[in-house]
């Protein structure tokens, strides 16, 4: 009985894992505003999508460790 109790703590550290990865909103500044501010060769915006690009990754990278520590404990 105490192994699905277990899975379930398990199933439901990923599912918030997973919710937790897939709010993700840098800022207010619209695709269209950063790619424009690129094309006029602003190097500030062009740092803000390489930061919008690795984002993401850490993001989901943050939620697994939470999870293994979770699960880990």
């Known amino acids: 009985m105490e ?10 550290s990923f599912l918030l894992a ?8 840098p800022n207010g500044l619209s695709e ?10 602003d190097d500030a915006a062009k740092a803000e ?13 943050r939620s697994f460790k939470e999870v293994v520590i979770t ?3």
């Open 3 to 12: 192994w699905v109790i277990q899975l379930g703590a398990v199933g439901l």
């Open 32 to 41: 269209f505003e950063l790619q424009r501010q690129i094309n006029a060769g």
């Open 71 to 73: 699960i880990s404990l």
């Open 18 to 25: 997973l919710v937790l990865s897939l709010r993700y909103d």
């Open 49 to 61: 999508q390489a930061r919008r690009a690795l984002l993401p990754t850490y993001v989901a990278l």
